[in-house]
């Protein structure tokens, strides 16, 4: 037997048994005649105890172990001298009478402690050696508990997780495809799945009802930190259902890990429309963790020969609370905060309402003092506000009105990455207009059904038609987005006219939906959340990598199987690929 008790589990209850341990050497301390180690394994730390004057031999042994080292020790549990109150184990310690070493180690590159002195690349390329650093598993373990929690909540409400292939054909979902080459079929490819879009529907049109799978996505995108060319969806989908339907039972499931996983009870989520969403936080996905509302002041600011506002389309600000006194030095920062190539802006302007109720603005030049009290009564401002206005053209103006706000809810400490504000964004958009292009594109995908109402629109004005879709969002983060699909087979065809597919291309692509829709398609809709962004939230994290057992790094290489790498000629052979010599 390797072992009778794990590191973690040892208490005063267990005083003067006899135990066998195994794990790694986490550290070793010599002080006079004694040696202690601390052996680790995935459990938790338990203290060994070696005492030069009982056991010479033994001790002599346990100073020649290194860290990381891989041990077995049988032993007596006794009370500790020394409490160690930041240890589960820290009221014991193991009198050790036998040492076995079952398998030295090299010395690790970098230490295995919480804050480690290991480098990104370093850690990456030695990622099993990172993941025995505490913080790392705990991550994997808060996704293996949410993704079990996840599949509990969803067998109780009836629903069967299905496996889909990861070996599909290329459709255009947005992003880029991963491809594969056949070498059964030379010169043909598969694709990776960006999603199970089509192949969930096509469960609906099956009659299963009911559909879920946490399941591996693909998208060949540049990468930022929160994206992985491989990422994980809770990816769903429902028959006879309405939007309704859908929202409650995937905010029950949100709350369901909230409570089980954190034991936080969330109150109902808050409904947005996507237009308002623009309108007051400028973002699809606001962080309503604080509320600094958008205010848009265009009509106050006619007629006082300050080009800047008239000759804008929109003038809009938001007023931060209490920050009236900022310095000279602090609103310089601010105003190269929007002025970064980033955001885009030309310029900040502001508006400092006292403390003692007098006025001072950066544009005092065209507005008295009366003009820029109607402003501060319109943003309800009190004594001791500051007013960030920007102007511009209206989307752009609200995206860079959205980042100061993001910024000056962090610079006030308004974003506490444990105080958890759910939303629903709803009514999105069917279409969005690529300006360059001069052509529409689905803004969820081609499947998303437009609201009944705004359907004749399709024909007059597609900008204008809203979709049944929705997105949850946390904190700023959207985590999930789904929609309720075209299940009509005419009105999907209608869909890929306006996204300007000819019919034959749309009929080699989406041929099998469409025809699959011929045959008793029920109403149907769905979702997919975002694993890794759900467990890096509730842990806390920055970025995604940090919940993923083996990530890519930034060019969405692994740097510890060296992937993507090149393959041997005669594989290529086979496939019949051949690759372009680089200039
Ligand atoms: N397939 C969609 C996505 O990956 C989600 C959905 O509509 O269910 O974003």
Request: net charge negative; hydrophobic share 35%; charged share 30%.
């Amino acid at each position: 037997m390797y072992r009778t008790k794990t590191c973690g589990e040892l208490r005063l209850a267990d005083v003067n048994c006899e135990v066998i341990l195994a794990g790694w050497v986490h550290k070793i301390r010599k002080m006079g005649g004694m040696t202690f180690i601390d052996l680790r394994d995935r459990y938790g730390i338990t203290q060994l105890s070696f005492n030069q004057e009982v056991d010479a031999n033994l001790c002599e042994q346990a100073n020649k172990l290194g860290r990381e080292w891989v041990v077995q020790v049988t032993g007596t549990v006794k009370e500790r001298s020394n409490k160690n109150p930041n240890l589960a184990t820290g009221d014991i310690e193991l009198i050790v009478s036998k040492l076995i070493v079952l398998n030295p180690s090299k010395t690790p590159p970098f230490t295995i402690e919480t804050d480690t002195d290991g480098g990104d690349d370093l850690r990456m390329k030695y990622r099993y050696l990172d993941l025995r650093r505490t913080v790392v598993r705990q991550n994997l373990e808060l996704r293996h508990r949410m993704a079990f929690e996840t599949r509990r909540y969803m067998d109780e409400h009836g629903f069967l997780e299905v496996e889909t292939p990861v070996l599909v054909a290329s459709t255009p979902e947005g992003a880029r495809d991963f491809i594969v080459p056949s070498r059964m079929n030379q010169g043909e490819f598969y694709a990776l799945p960006q999603s199970p879009q089509l192949l969930k529907q096509l469960l609906m049109v099956a009659g299963f009802d009911r559909y879920f799978q946490i399941v591996k996505c693909f998208r060949d995108e540049d990468l930022r930190a929160d994206r992985q060319p491989e990422f994980t969806q809770i990816d769903c989908e429902m028959s006879f259902v309405q939007q309704e339907d859908i929202l409650n039972i995937f905010e029950g499931l949100t709350k369901h890990l909230f409570k089980t996983i954190k034991n936080i009870d969330l109150p109902e989520f808050p409904r947005m429309s996507y237009a308002d969403a623009m309108k007051y936080y400028g973002s699809d996905k606001p962080d309503i963790r604080f509320d600094m509302k958008f205010v848009e002041l265009k009509d106050l600011t006619e007629g006082h020969n300050f080009s800047v506002f008239d000759s804008a389309e929109y003038v809009g600000g938001i007023c931060a609370n209490g920050c009236a006194n900022y310095t000279r030095k602090q609103l310089d920062e601010l105003t190269d905060f929007v002025k970064r190539p980033q955001i885009g802006a030309k310029g900040l302007i502001y508006v400092r309402y006292n403390e003692d109720g007098s006025i001072k603005s950066s544009v005092d030049k065209f507005y008295g003092e009366s003009d820029l009290r109607a402003w501060i009564d319109r943003f309800n401002a009190n004594p001791g506000d500051l007013l960030l206005i920007l102007a511009g053209e209206t989307e752009k103006t609200q995206k860079q009105l959205s980042e100061l706000r993001l910024e000056m809810g962090t610079r006030l400490g308004l974003r506490d990455k444990f105080n958890y504000k759910c939303l629903w964004v709803v009514d999105f958009p069917l279409l969005e207009k690529d300006e360059e292009l001069g052509r529409y594109f689905a803004k969820h995908h081609p499947f998303t059904s437009p609201k009944p109402e705004d359907i004749p629109l399709l024909d007059t004005d597609p900008g204008k038609v809203r979709a049944n879709a929705y997105d949850m969002v946390i904190n700023g983060v959207e985590v999930g987005g789904g929609s309720i699909r075209i299940h009509d087979s005419e009105l999907q065809k209608k869909m890929f006219a306006t996204l300007g597919f000819t019919e034959e291309r749309a009929q080699e692509q989406f041929g099998f939906l469409m025809n699959a829709f011929q045959y008793g398609a029920p109403p149907h809709g769905g979702i997919a959340f975002g694993l890794d962004r759900l467990v890096s939230i509730f842990a806390g994290l920055d970025s995604i990598r940090d919940c993923i057992a083996f990530p890519k790094n930034n060019s969405g290489r692994d740097m510890m199987l060296d992937a993507p790498s090149k393959v041997d000629q005669a594989q290529l052979d086979e496939l019949g690929i051949m690759i372009k010599e680089k200039k």
